[in-house]
């Protein structure tokens, strides 16, 4: 495995992936193929601009002449997919990008990866293609798909395009399905950063229904250790469930990130819940777990706490996207929902 084409690697899990590569692997050469939308930043791999083994191309994997010349000029050993359109919330006010990135831009590097013969292909999905669950039970590899949302009816239709490419053409394709991430260089649109930017600028933290809902949270630098295990170990034409074994209600993932952050619950603002909202995500990751020998290192509490510093530590980064084109969104999502 030598040189590794990553696509969406500006993003907040690609970004940690290319820097667990760079890190890992003294002779690794990667690619980055990004079109840097609002959720790509530069800034999250700045310390690996000039490192010899690294080279970021800026494209749309949705355009066939982009890919295909990359992949012409460049022999790849895999291309990993991490390139996405992720946000639930915003796949609600408009699926088209979800459709054309998620969908399309994965049909794109499909038939491109074939036509270059590329010995792996690893297809970043999630565990929200599986839908969603009642208080009891966890999804495993052979839970139907169920999407309930345009984001996971996009990521559960690429996942059935991959699962064709295996079917029909022999194409050495792997899914990854993980559950919820958190860690350093997450756009604070999700849960966590975005509760923790809230709170640190005295705002209300806007809580969806009754926060009752449940997720299973897992560090990124463990999904990524999974994704890279998958890469090397994994079988051709096999699913790996990821996650990180710390199911929490939504209300009780707040009330923790008030406590380490030192911030009174009275910020707590329930909110109108988000239409077709899924009850709850867990996962069991007992293949990945016995079959690539992959297993959670990072403690929950600690993880938490080393990524709240992390943001405590990097305003400058929090602030260039708070302050920038995401104050429109953040009105759209929260302006009639929240009184405050
Ligand atoms: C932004 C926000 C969220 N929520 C609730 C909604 C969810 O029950 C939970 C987490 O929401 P978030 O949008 O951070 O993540 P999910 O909708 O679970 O989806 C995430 O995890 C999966 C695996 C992916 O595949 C998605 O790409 C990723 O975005 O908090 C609130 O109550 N208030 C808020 O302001």
New binding site residues.
Partial sequence: MKRILVTGGCGFIGSNFIRLQLSEYPEIEVTNLDKLTYAGNLENLKDFESHSGYQFVKGDITDPEVVNSLLDSVDFDAVINFA?E????RSILDSGPFIQTNIVGTQVLLDAARKHEVNRYVQVS???VYGSLGPEGLFTEQTPIAPN?P??AS?AAADLLVRSYVNTFGFPAIITR????YGPYQFP????P??ISNAQEGKS?????E?T?V?DWIHVMDHCRGIDAALRKGEPGQVYNFGGHAEMQ?IEI?KLLLKLLDKPESLIEY?TD?PG??LR?AIDCSKAESELGWKVETDFQAGLKETIDWYLENPEWVNRIRTGKYREYYEQ??GTRLKS
Avoid: M
């Fill in positions: 996405a992720s946000h639930v919330d999630t565990d929200e949302s984001y996971s990521k993980c559950s919820n991430n649109e999700k849960l966590i975005l509760f933290l806007p809580i969806y229904g926060g809902n997720r939504n707040t909110v988000r909202h899924d995500y999502q929260y």
